[in-house]
């Protein structure tokens, strides 16, 4: 078996006896200590674990001792043993259950957790208590390390957070940061609670592995490096949101900025453009005037102006009619909406004889301008307004005769409307 010494720190005991194998032999020295005064030698012929019952002491020096052969150094100081089964010695207020728990520093056992730690009554950086703290001073080195051995198809790791002073995580509102891997890729998932109290969490944000983030609660994988979910009609809950702030002092391609009035996008030769803000509307049933010659609002041909605003707009209009009975046109406001300043043409053609039939401007809402020709024509209104009291900005279309035939506008017919300032 060869020889093995081993000097023994106290008074004469009843020398050590050997039980094992050549190969794997055990040293039993009784019930007494074994205590260790300075470095501690193996071979490959020493067996590198120390067994202890729980009716054995070790003890090691309140010194660093160096393990001769492998990596690294023990410093006792920082190290905890077991001494038995219910107590945890060499760390300060640190309790074992006979369940497997260990708590450190106060932690309050809850039911599932095996180890509780409380903070420190230390502040670290930026003024907080610290339960764990891991720092690694090699190039390249985890601090921390997960591993999961699962075989299933489907592996995770987990940190979790909870409000809880029971450790009981279903009685507040928690966050989890979730790792796991399904189908051959590795995905990071953030989970929040919004509400005190509940024990649903909903997941804030999902990183593909190789692709990008999904953000929302749908779980979807990523088909972009950024994906987002769709919004409700709950408020609070649209996909995306800019808030008000000063442009670029020098624009940058790329760049979409949003300074509470205008939306702008600067392209690659570092020009900033306005995105344009436009409301379409158009006509899906056609809008009939018979017998009358009071202007009416078209049916869908509406835009709604905000106070102080200057917007351009532009009415696209097919339209039939009776010779007798022609066609008539206005801009209106309907409802309170004012203008400052509006001005606007009215440009109409016949088809039939190839016929400028309408060519006039208005400078007022409510200018009516029509004409009594043609049977089929198309008609262009363009103009600009910037809006006194905040309404809505319509079309209106009447007889400029009264007569049973009908004139009418058909569907297809537009209006579009964007702000320019």
Known sequence: MGVRTFEINRAPIASPTFTGTATTPNLVVGTSSLVLGGNLTTTGAFAT?????????????????????????????????????NQLTGSANATLTAAGQASFAGGVFGTLSPVMITPGATTRDGGYNTAIEIQSSVANAFPVLLFSNQTVATRYGSINWTRSTSGDVATQNQGSLTVFESGNRAFFDILLNANTGTT????????????????GSSGALATAKILIDAGTATASTAPLKLTTGTNLTVAEAGAVEYDGTTLYYTNGGLQRQELIQSQQS????????????????????????????????????????????????????????????????VLAVDNGGNLNTIASRQTALDGAIGQANGTTGYTKITGIITCGVAGNLTVRFAQNVANAAASSVLVGSTFVVSQIS
């Open 49 to 85: 674990t120390l067994a202890a019952t729980a009716a054995t002491t070790i003890t090691l020096p309140a010194v660093s001792t160096t393990l001769v052969g492998k990596t690294g150094t023990m410093v006792a100081n920082y190290l905890s043993y077991w001494n038995d089964v």
């Open 200 to 215: 649903s969490i909903s997941r804030v944000a999902r990183f593909s592995g190789g692709i990008g983030v999904t953000f």
């Open 282 to 345: 158009r006509v899906s049933t056609q809008f009939d005037a018979t017998n009358t010659t009071v202007l009416a609002n078209i049916t869908g041909l509406t835009a709604t102006l905000v106070a102080g605003k200057i917007y351009k707009f532009e009415a696209t209009l097919f339209v039939t009619k009776q010779v007798l009975g022609g066609e008539q046109y206005s801009i209106s406001g309907s409802g309170v909406l004012t203008a400052t300043a509006i001005v606007y043409e």
